[in-house]
């Protein structure tokens, strides 16, 4: 698989703001996607991150609130915007390996809304 | 109905002894099954892949998938402290994503 970094890897952010969080392959991938683990919860899938178009969100997420950029094969980006407390998760980055198939993922940024 | 479910836990096991943990999921086009483990704080580890019916095993795992029955299990031998953990339960959909389960919680008593 390849090394997935992600950055931050935590921080403490106002109600309001937006945060922006990378994520970095180092090598070209076909798939990425973007997860939120809440407080005690499983991983629940925000969106695909497409290269080159729109990513593909999930129920309940919208592009609003969770913009989404994938300008190549090795990077990608998700803004969590206008936070609110509820916000206050776990976010991971994910890459599909050589088969397209299972997921590995970044250490994650712990996202704290106050 | 959730696309993947788990049994609930937590599950406790002495050390030495075998844990078993169960999971189902809804979509029949599922090609792909998956076992993670993640440590408190840490993100998901992956342990085992599963893609054909019957058991494939690594180590001290065991993992089984029956796709008539949409049923995987991972049967952890030998139980240690260090596995104490929550396993979490993923499924590849027809649509090339990976759906997690809810997680099980397995405390390995020393």
């Known amino acids: 698989s390849a090394v997935i970094s992600q950055k931050p890897s935590r921080d403490i952010c106002q109600r309001g703001t937006s945060l922006t969080i990378q994520c970095q392959v180092d090598s070209q991938v076909t798939m990425m996607f973007w997860y939120r683990q809440q407080p005690g919860q499983s991983l629940t899938l925000i969106a695909t991150?497409?290269?080159?178009?729109?990513?593909?969100?999930e129920s309940g997420f919208v592009i609003d609130k969770f913009p989404i950029s994938r300008p190549n094969l090795t990077f990608s980006t998700l803004t969590v915007s206008n936070m609110s407390p509820e916000d206050s998760s776990i976010y991971l980055c994910?890459?599909?390996?050589?088969?397209?198939?299972?997921?590995?993922f970044g250490q994650g940024t712990r996202l704290t809304v106050v | 109905q959730k696309e993947v479910e788990q049994n609930s836990g937590p599950l406790s096991v002495p050390e030495g002894a075998i844990a078993s943990l169960n999971c189902t999921y809804s979509?029949?086009?599922?090609?792909?099954f998956f076992w993670y483990r993640q440590y408190s704080g840490k993100s998901p580890e992956l342990i085992m892949s599963?893609?054909?019916?019957g058991d494939k095993e690594d180590g001290r795992f065991t993992a089984q998938l029956n796709k008539a029955s949409q049923y995987v299990s991972l049967l952890i031998r030998d139980s240690q402290p260090s596995d104490s953990a929550t396993y979490l339960c993923a499924v590849t959909t027809s649509y090339d994503k990976v759906i997690f389960g809810p997680g099980t919680s397995l405390s390995v008593i020393p």
């Open positions: 991150a497409n290269q080159g178009s729109e990513a593909t969100y």
């Open positions: 599963i893609y054909s019916n």
């Open positions: 994910s890459e599909t390996g050589v088969m397209n198939t299972e997921a590995f």
């Open positions: 979509d029949r086009g599922s090609q792909s």
